[in-house]
């Protein structure tokens, strides 16, 4: 990947652990766990050469993260110094008994940056770095609200931030994530349509039609489930699963993912298939989940449909640290003490099942957690009390979405004009989730194009003022 992209070989990086607090907010407590990094000096002009610090998110880091991306293109144009951080509890940054339900009430984004300071410390101290050093951070996803909220906690540390696709607002009942999926769906740019929106939700609607009728053994059959959904939270995985296929292909369509958008309405509106007209629309959901399965199975991944609650609660229940690295367990956590986020669709714009209730969702936290479920909504009030939900009072801060991403409903989607040093907003048309992030090829859209360039003038003149303010 490295040559591809012309950059210096990887020899150049190196891993490395940190022993950081458990809790940095208890100064009677002196356990601690190992967190990684990776550091890039490639690039770097010494000695008053920037920071790019790339911030981890719900999953592991690797060597990857400081050798490809739109922040390492800047940063040779820069002579930056590239460090990444992984996210405590994810990956390999994680004690051997990290994932007791005991032990994970030091998870949090809270610690989470927390962890960042030290970090700049750490790397501050090794390479002998001065006020002179500009930091900038960069994240994508839950790891773009972090590199906002750095900035705004933590303000003396980062001159600016990145916070591409950050959903900075915590919420409980996320059904507009789904509107968003709709939309996305129906948009001509990106090859949707109404029609495949429209044949979309007739299908969901005739699957459910037949569990409801007693055919589980068939619906099972048909969509090749990892067993018959013969339990109504069986019935309600099934939906899930279903509906994660088109889901994740909004979210990431044209990054990579394994099917798009155009793909999905092409095979739900194809006239050129014929099927019986009362299962037609059932028959072509069934023909886009082999598809999926076909694509799952090249990347040597379990080929059947999940449709077992039991096997979600087992899965999510693990504690082996051999599951951390899916990071499914702990970020479940989080969404129940801090984030809810949970992608209902008993709205009437949702485009699937009704049965993907709020309530099926919330359910998991007392099931695999113990946390109450009427305590939820107390958590995600603090969350958006603590950074100030969609409206933050940060400045210097670029906040980056693409308009298909239905994440982008709760982003920062508007630039604050009264604010001195403002933040900014882009809004990139017809791209997904964090599709900024990612190196620029040739087949990229004019519009995201044109979001780089407007990112990278954007960090260039926040280098340039801080450079002006020592002088000054």
């Known amino acids: 990947m490295s040559a591809v992209n012309g950059h210096k070989p990887m020899s150049e990086v190196r891993d490395g652990k940190i022993h950081q607090p458990l809790d940095h907010f208890d100064s009677q407590n002196d356990e601690t766990f190992p967190q990684r990094f990776f550091v890039n000096e490639a690039y770097w002009e010494r000695p008053h050469g920037p920071v790019f610090l790339f911030i981890g998110g719900e999953g592991p880091i690797s ?36 994932l007791e339900t005991e032990n994970l009430g030091d998870l949090s984004s809270q610690q989470a940056l927390a962890d960042i300071a030290e970090f700049h410390q750490y790397i501050s101290d090794r390479f002998d770095l001065s006020d002179k050093n500009t930091w900038i951070s960069f994240g994508g996803s839950y790891a773009g609200a972090l590199s906002a909220w750095l900035r705004g906690k933590f303000p003396h540390l980062v001159y600016g931030a990145v916070a591409s696709s950050a959903p900075v607002k915590a919420k409980l009942d996320f059904s507009t994530f789904n509107k968003g999926v709709g939309l996305s769906l129906a948009d001509e740019d990106v090859g949707g349509s109404d029609k495949c929106v429209g044949d979309i939700w007739e299908a969901f609607a005739a699957v459910e039609a037949a569990l409801f009728a007693g055919n589980a053994t068939e619906v099972g059959k048909d969509f090749g489930c990892c067993e018959i959904p013969e339990d109504l939270e069986d019935q309600i995985e099934v939906m899930q699963s279903l509906a994660d296929i088109v889901m994740g292909t909004v979210e990431y369509n044209e990054e990579g993912g394994i099917l798009t958008i155009e793909e999905i309405c092409k095979i739900m509106t194809n006239e050129t298939e014929t099927y019986d007209s009362e299962t037609e629309a059932y028959n072509r959901l069934i023909k886009l989940s082999w598809v999926n399965k076909e694509y799952r199975r090249g990347l040597s991944e379990e080929p059947c449909l999940d449709a077992s609650h039991k096997q979600t609660i087992q899965d999510l229940s693990d504690t082996n ?4 690295y899916n990071g499914e367990r702990q970020w479940y956590y989080q969404t129940c003490t801090e984030f809810g986020f949970y992608q209902t669709c008993e709205d009437a714009s949702c485009p699937f099942s009704r049965m993907l ?19 939820l909504p107390g958590h995600i009030a603090f969350t958006n009390k603590y950074y100030g939900g969609d409206h933050p009072d940060t400045d210097r801060v670029l906040y980056v979405n693409g308009d298909i991403d239905p994440w982008r409903e709760l982003s920062v989607l508007e630039e604050d004009l009264d604010k001195e040093d403002k933040d900014m907003a882009i809004l990139i048309k017809g791209t997904s989730h964090c599709a900024d992030m990612n190196p620029g090829g040739a087949a990229d859209r004019p519009a995201l194009k044109q979001a780089r360039k407007a990112i990278e003038r954007k960090v260039a003149k926040w280098l340039k003022e801080a450079a002006w303010k020592l002088v000054g």
Do not use: W
Not at 76 to 83: D, K
Not at 321 to 324: I, P, R, T, V
């Open 63 to 98: 060597e990857f993260n400081v050798l490809a991306g739109h922040h390492v293109d800047m940063a040779e144009e820069h002579g930056a110094l590239l460090v990444a951080l992984e996210h405590r509890f994810y990956g390999e940054s994680i004690n051997k008994d990290g």
């Open 321 to 324: 640290l051999d599951s951390a």
């Open 357 to 375: 209730t709020l309530q099926a969702q919330t359910d998991l936290c007392p099931e695999v957690f113990n946390i109450p479920q009427h305590s």
